[in-house]
């Protein structure tokens, strides 16, 4: 969780310097009911039994613009109240920054923010700025706010942003009740980092972007601590089995493209990272097919393909301080995603995307299901399905094979 200090400083900018009575404020608020329910069991000692797990949302976002576009304060809380995993229920500042835009071709940010680099639909292997919000869901989709400078630098020939990150945070795990979690519990007190590295240690990035003719290109560089731990387990023995988490400092340079032509988007993302043990690559792949207006009706259908690739080591090492540790899970090593998504255009914005990842060499499948319709001016409605299919053994998706669960959720807009 974000530094309480940090929280409140991020906030008391965002309303002190926003003159109350000039410029333009917009606030959207969003109140969610969820329920996820699991089809299955449990199999590890300490998950609750429940079939149905609630929970209560709330968001705000709240934007001030000046009149003439040149300042900006943008504060963005988040708040979970679940009623089984501790761990679920606390509050986040998801953004909360000052941007200052010149006349002439450059920015600057200051506070808490969230960035996306990315194209591929499966997995984003560039996205590196934010750390992930495991607690809310296993699809590294959701992200915590990130405390940054961000220099951006936009020219004719292309777009440089700059990024100074004074303050690392610990990526999230469900607790001992939760499901979707591995058969160790993550002990979010044991927090280590490799070679003297510290949590207020700065990392920098850069990221060049533009686009050529049908081509979109993003070429990124970072150098800081992971976002991705190591997983490690205690020599001596302690009341209860859990993982301590282990960050290392590495480079890592990234590559995104999408060729764009007629109906098709061509899409790929790669990796070179250098810090966590040898040096590796992973790559992500594929297309997005469109058919428009199919039967004659409003209705585009994408048909997705992607295949994904990681290279890492997963060989035990022994590290200092009474640990043993292991390369970060490659959840991906040699897989193939397939998926389709289907936009009604209609009033209610309906859409569904359905789509499996297989595992190429086991056949282990997560199959996912995610639909979403407004109802009205102010609600929407969204479905979630998540199912692990004929999972190996020795696959990482084994931990959730039991996790089968449907996710039903309502929101309210003010």
């Known amino acids: 969780m974000l530094n309480k200090h940090l929280a409140f400083a991020a906030s008391l900018l965002a309303f002190s310097w926003a003159p109350a009575t000039a410029g333009e404020w917009e606030t959207t608020t969003e109140i969610g009911v969820e329920a996820r329910i699991f089809l299955n069991d449990p199999i590890f000692p300490g998950q609750s039994d429940d079939t149905v797990q609630p929970s209560l949302t709330f968001q705000s976002d709240i ?55 990315g194209t591929t639909e499966s997995r984003h292997l560039v996205d590196i700025i934010n750390q992930t919000d495991a607690v809310e869901d296993i699809d590294e989709e959701d992200k915590l706010g990130q405390p940054m400078l961000m220099l951006s630098w936009l020219k004719d020939w292309g777009q440089v942003d700059f990024f100074v990150l004074p303050y690392f945070r610990d990526r999230t795990f469900p607790g001992v009740e939760g499901r979707l979690r591995t058969p160790l519990v993550v002990n979010e007190e044991q927090v280590f980092f490799s070679d003297d590295e510290k949590r207020d240690v700065i990392d920098y990035a850069v990221r060049y972007s533009h686009y050529f003719g049908d081509w979109d290109v993003g070429v990124s560089l970072f150098n800081g601590v992971s976002r991705e731990p190591r997983f490690v387990t205690p020599l001596t023995t302690t009341t209860t089995p859990e993982f301590f988490q ?31 043990g040898d040096t590796y690559t992973a790559a992500v792949a594929g297309f997005e097919y469109t058919l428009y207006q199919i039967f004659e009706k409003p209705w585009d259908l994408g048909l997705l393909g992607e295949y994904l690739y990681d290279g890492r080591d997963e060989d035990i090492v022994l590290v200092e ?8 899970f490659a959840a991906f090593e040699n897989d193939v995603f397939a998926g389709a998504r289907l936009a009604l255009n209609d009033i209610q914005d309906t859409s569904i995307l359905a789509g499996a990842i297989v595992d190429a060499e ?47 959720r309502l929101a309210k807009y003010f």
């Not at 590495?250 to 990272?273: C, N, P």
């Open 362 to 408: 086991d056949s282990s499948t997560a199959m996912l299901l995610e639909a979403e319709r407004r109802l009205g001016q102010s609600w929407t409605l969204e479905l979630e399905s998540r199912l692990f299919l004929n999972v190996d053994d020795e696959n990482i998706f084994a931990a959730f094979e039991e996790d089968d669960f449907l996710n039903i």
């Open 246 to 276: 282990l960050y290392d400092r590495i480079t890592q340079a990234g590559l995104d493209l999408q060729y764009t032509k007629d109906a098709w988007l061509w899409k790929f993302e790669g990796i070179v990272r250098e810090g966590q």
């Open 321 to 328: 301080q009474g640990v043993t540790t292991a390369a970060p």
């Open 63 to 117: 934007r001030w613009r000046s009149d003439d576009g040149k300042h900006e304060f943008v504060f963005v809380p988040y708040v979970r109240a679940d009623s089984v995993d501790d761990q679920r229920t606390r509050a986040d500042l998801r953004e909360g920054y000052y941007r200052y835009v010149s006349d002439g071709d450059w920015s600057l940010l200051a506070g808490v923010a969230k960035v996306f680099w």
